[in-house]
């Protein structure tokens, strides 16, 4: 019909998460900018993105191992930063973003019998027309994939020797100084791949591995990352958040 111009989408998004085999309950949570995953033994959102749906805040949290509120103070570590996304008018900062959420982590926890066990870790990516800016704090992991390969971008906030389990950062944890996020700009490539994903995944599946299962042409590839944790004897919730650009 003449008249009427229609958008290209210019990249698309994948989330998904599960409970963990030897978990009471899913501490993951997933944010596509208002698309919030939480909640649930299993869950999973799509979202196909248009350039005037620009800029978009992708969100992963993942609640401190097993502890009091840690479902809650991933859901809100998620939820409370889209919030404040929505309502910077184009003037987000990510630092002052993070320490806005972190202190109100620990606003709720005070308000419960266990406030120094409400803590999550954070990693996403605000991601404009040509390029992303992606943050993190604790050791959810972000990836990019390109031609040449899969590059680790964010940074693991755990002590020398470590992998996970003993964190330097987290949002929340009683901790009355906010933490430093890591931030990262990453242009973007037609063809390039964005891995937001938990330790529940990077405990289990190797780096080299990731990269094939996120590449395959079907729409179930972050199903298929978490159901790849599983298959290799992971236990810890397990959440992944895939961008695919065009």
Same mark, same amino acid.
């Given at each position: ?5 229609t958008?290209?989408?210019?990249? /698309?998004?994948v989330? #998904?998460?599960?409970r963990g085999s030897?978990?009471?309950q899913? @501490?993951?949570?997933? $944010?596509?900018g208002?698309i919030l !995953?939480?909640?649930k033994? %299993?869950?999973?959102?799509?979202? /196909?993105v +248009?350039?005037? &749906?620009l800029?978009?805040?992708?969100t ?5 191992g097993?502890? =009091?509120?840690?479902?809650i103070?991933s ?15 184009g ?7 993070i ?9 709720l926890?005070?308000? $419960?019998? =266990?406030?120094?066990?409400?803590g999550t870790?954070?990693v996403?990516?605000? *991601?404009?027309e040509? #390029? ?12 990019? *994939? ?5 590059? &680790? ?5 755990v002590?020398?020797? @470590?992998? %996970?389990?003993? !964190? %330097? &950062?987290?949002? $929340? ?10 931030? *990262?700009? &990453? ?7 964005l891995? !937001?994903? /938990?330790?529940?995944? %990077?405990?289990?599946?190797?780096d ?5 299962v996120v590449? +395959?042409?079907? =729409? @179930?590839?972050? #199903?298929? !990352?978490?159901e790849e944790?599983?298959?290799?004897? $992971?236990?810890?919730?397990? =959440?992944?958040i *895939?961008?695919?650009?065009?």
């Amino acid at each position: 019909m003449e008249g009427i111009e229609t958008q290209k989408e210019i990249f /698309s998004v994948v989330a #998904f998460t599960r409970r963990g085999s030897g978990r009471d309950q899913n @501490e993951d949570a997933c $944010g596509i900018g208002d698309i919030l !995953l939480f909640g649930k033994d %299993t869950n999973s959102g799509q979202k /196909s993105v +248009e350039l005037s &749906q620009l800029p978009l805040l992708v969100t992963l949290a993942d609640g401190l191992g097993g502890h =009091s509120s840690g479902d809650i103070a991933s859901r809100t570590a998620v939820g409370h930063l889209n919030d404040v996304f929505k309502g910077s008018r184009g003037k987000f900062r990510i630092d002052e973003a993070i320490t806005d959420v972190h202190h109100h982590i620990r606003e709720l926890g005070e308000g $419960g019998s =266990s406030p120094y066990a409400m803590g999550t870790t954070i990693v996403g990516a605000v *991601i404009n027309e040509e #390029f992303c800016t992606i943050f993190n704090v604790g050791d959810s992991r972000a990836y990019w *994939i390109h031609d040449a390969g899969i590059t &680790q971008v964010s940074e693991d906030d755990v002590y020398p020797g @470590e992998r %996970t389990g003993i !964190l %330097t &950062q987290c949002l $929340g944890a009683g901790n009355p100084v906010a933490p430093k996020p890591h931030l *990262i700009q &990453q242009d973007i490539r037609s063809g390039d791949i964005l891995v !937001l994903v /938990s330790d529940g995944i %990077t405990d289990a599946v190797p780096d080299d591995v990731i990269k094939p299962v996120v590449s +395959e042409r079907s =729409s @179930e590839y972050a #199903f298929n !990352l978490c159901e790849e944790a599983n298959r290799l004897g $992971g236990s810890d919730d397990a =959440s992944a958040i *895939i961008c695919k650009f065009s």
